[in-house]
């Protein structure tokens, strides 16, 4: 960044700093976070408007008003004021909420990748099974070894030592 004038704009991309923050979850809840404060403290104070706005309004009397004038002619004033407090709690819920949801989709992005690799590495190994070698016999492969099971050789000669089904 310059901060000499040669004809150069002070800034050379205005939303650069806008971009970083949007990159990064822990920036992004910072800056909402001083947003929250200021929306906090921006309705604090209308709150303390409209109570006092109220006060005054309903107290303002004309010369002849019958009962609840004064409250006929408040109404709307106050309903403005009401009207502008409940969207800034809209907003302060709504920046909550997007500081939550930006943290929750680096979440799943972290998952996704994780999640793709391990699906990767089951079809790697579903697609190439690592060979087993075959056990190999110490013995003769006519002779008979003592614990041969199903899997060796046999004829119908020596049936008599197996039992039959």
Not at 6 to 29: M, S
Not at 87 to 116: F, I, M, P, Q, W
Not at 126 to 148: R, T
């Amino acid at each position: 960044m310059n901060t000499e004038n040669n004809g150069k704009p002070f800034f050379e991309d205005p939303n650069e700093a806008l971009r970083e923050i949007a990159q990064n979850p822990a920036a992004y809840a910072h800056y909402l976070a001083d947003f929250h404060r200021v929306v906090l403290d921006m309705q604090a104070k209308l709150e303390i408007l409209q109570r006092e706005t109220r006060v005054h309004c309903r107290g303002t009397r004309v010369e002849g008003d019958k009962m609840g004038q004064a409250f006929l002619r408040s109404f709307p004033v106050e309903k403005s004021l009401h009207d502008v407090l409940k969207n800034l709690k809209n907003a302060t819920a709504g920046l909550e909420k997007s500081a939550h949801k930006r943290h929750a989709h680096d979440e799943k992005v972290k998952e996704v990748k994780k999640s793709r690799k391990e699906k990767a590495q089951l079809k790697a190994r579903k697609n190439n099974p690592s060979l087993q070698a075959a056990p190999e016999n110490s013995g003769q492969q006519g002779a008979q070894s003592p614990n041969m099971g199903y899997g060796g050789p046999t004829s119908i000669y020596n049936l008599d030592r197996r039992e039959s089904a």
